[in-house]
């Protein structure tokens, strides 16, 4: 059942594999077992190393992934081709012995945690978000001999995915119950089931000479920029990578015709940690204040001192803001087409915004749902002519312009939207599974009200050099007011308030 092209790629992996490994499968009669069952097979018979059983496992169809002799808990329920090719890949060459490419206090910190966790993941083969989270719980059950997990193709397992109420994906239990939704990277999953570093982790750091608010592509350029200065450098990030780990393919960051953005990401965290820079990750920072140094507040309580702060706190996605939004959010209001379009198969959605992202967003989800209904707010749509072209050529789109949307309607998930016609002040209702919000960013700012100059929209205001109307304090990328919000745009000023810092302390 593999393609050609995926099969050599295996077979050269699969030399890498340093010890026996059993795959236990679990399969009937359905289509979904047979190709399961062909694809164990096949990667069989590509090496000496794997031998496959046929069992009885807690899902059909599903496999598993062990070691001799040792169930490692590792199992795949559902096909893990698509974005989950790399998470097989892994799965077969970790289970044999290869190191997971994370980095040790990770290992030794999941090795040491004690009791029992048993993980399903719920995703969609497209999902781009998904694979970083199967790919993490598996290196956590290889690790550690308590913990288990299990991908589940939520297009294999509808019955599951609808009694479970699951609407965006990734979607992870632990121990049958909820635990987190949307993409999570290893230290991030981590953390829900260890203990956060409290205030007292902090309190010893010396001040930092330039001190990061932010770790997407203006924060990581910006912290190696200063320290390559040699100065103390220091980054305090919510989710280290920022948009680009939401972003699929990016084709305009200059040098490399083709990335995608957790590939970007990765290499961001390894370029800074290829220098002396103290990484806090997972740490949202929510006050500033200039003194003699400038401090900054953490939501733990600890307080960081720094001689100067460059804040690249970037930006969301921007909510609707009408009831029910958040209320459905992750039952029907969702704001990834890549990743849970496919969730939505057959059925009717709504995009709210008529721009790029929502005109993308609509002629994607095209191709997987029964209708999409438009709802732009102004008279016209704002995306590219191109766009909008090929939106209007598809059958199962309805457009609708000047079109306020009033409520999202649900019960325990969405089953509705109503929006107020403009023109006429008439209210519709139409009926539907499920809301993709695409109006654009809103900048993270509101924690600097009343001490950064900002302009309406809340960018912060900056001088050529970066600087803000506090002398220290420097900013950069899509929390600006740049007129312009890419990846490259965002790095260039990252370097700019980088040396703008530089500049002010060798000055001051
Ligand atoms: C779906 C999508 C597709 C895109 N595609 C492209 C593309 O193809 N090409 C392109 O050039 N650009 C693209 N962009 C835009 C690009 O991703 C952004 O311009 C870029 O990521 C901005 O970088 P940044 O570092 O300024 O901010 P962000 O990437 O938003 O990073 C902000 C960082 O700050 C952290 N943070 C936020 N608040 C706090 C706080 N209070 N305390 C601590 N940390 C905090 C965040 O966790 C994150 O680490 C896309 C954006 C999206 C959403």
């Not at 704001?335 to 709210?352: M, Q, S, T």
Request: glycine share 8%; net charge negative; with cysteine.
């Amino acid at each position: 059942m593999l393609e050609a092209e995926i099969k050599q790629q295996l077979e050269q992996y699969l030399q890498l594999l340093e010890n026996d490994i059993v795959l236990k499968v679990s399969v009937s009669d359905d289509n979904v077992s047979k190709e399961m069952l062909s694809l164990v097979n096949e990667i069989a018979d590509m090496s000496s190393k794997i031998t496959v059983e046929q069992v009885e496992l807690y899902r059909t169809p599903s496999f598993s992934v062990n070691r001799v002799g040792e169930d490692t808990g590792v199992t795949f329920a559902g096909i893990p081709l698509g974005h989950e090719f790399t998470s097989l890949v892994l799965a077969l060459l970790q289970v044999s012995g290869r190191a997971p490419k994370v980095d040790q206090s990770a290992i030794d910190q999941i090795k040491s945690i004690e009791g029992e966790f048993h993980f399903e993941s719920y995703v969609s083969l497209s999902c781009h978000n998904c694979p970083d989270v199967v790919q993490a719980l598996n290196v956590m059950s290889v690790l550690n001999p308590g913990i288990t997990h299990t991908m589940i193709d939520g297009a294999a397992f509808k019955h599951e995915v609808e009694s479970r109420d699951v609407m965006a994906v990734p979607t992870v239990y632990l121990n049958g119950e909820f635990l987190t939704s949307g993409r999570a990277s290893l230290e991030e999953l981590l953390a829900k089931i260890t203990d956060a570093p409290d205030a007292s982790h902090f309190e010893d750091k010396d001040p930092f000479d330039v001190l990061v608010v932010g770790g997407g592509p203006a924060g990581s350029s910006a912290a190696i920029y200063a320290a390559r200065k040699g100065i103390r450098t220091g980054i305090v990030a919510e989710r280290f990578g920022g948009q680009i780990m939401d972003t699929l393919s990016i084709e305009n960051f200059i040098s490399q015709k083709y990335t995608e953005g957790p590939k970007l990401a990765a290499s961001l965290e390894e370029h800074v940690k290829e220098y002396n820079i103290d990484v806090m990750n997972l740490q949202r920072a929510k006050r500033l204040e200039k003194k003699d140094l400038v401090e900054l507040e953490l939501e733990n309580g600890a307080v960081l001192k720094s001689k100067s702060v460059i804040i690249s706190t970037g930006a969301r996605w921007r909510n609707v803001g009408v009831p029910g939004e958040a209320e459905f959010k992750n039952k029907g209001v969702a704001y990834c087409p890549h990743c849970d379009g496919p969730l939505f198969e057959g059925r009717d959605v709504a995009v709210i915004g008529g721009g790029n992202s929502g005109i993308e967003a609509a002629i994607d989800l095209a191709g997987i749902v029964k209708h999409v209904t438009v709802l732009e707010f102004m008279p016209e749509l704002k995306a590219d002519e191109v766009l909008q072209e090929r939106l209007y050529s598809l059958p199962n789109v309805t457009v609708v312009k000047n079109a306020q949307t009033k409520e999202i309607i649900g019960d325990d998930k969405v089953n509705g939207i109503t929006y107020i016609d403009r023109d006429t002040e008439e209210e519709h209702h139409v009926e539907l599974a499920g809301v993709f919000v695409q109006i654009g960013l809103v900048p993270n700012t509101e924690w600097l009200d009343g001490v950064i100059e900002r302009n309406r929209f809340g960018e912060i205001l900056v001088d050529r050099h970066g600087a803000t109307n506090v002398p220290g304090v420097f900013a950069a990328g899509d929390c600006t007011d740049s007129a312009y919000k890419q990846i490259i745009i965002s790095m260039g000023s990252g370097a700019t308030a980088a040396l703008g810092a530089f500049d002010h302390l060798i000055r001051n």
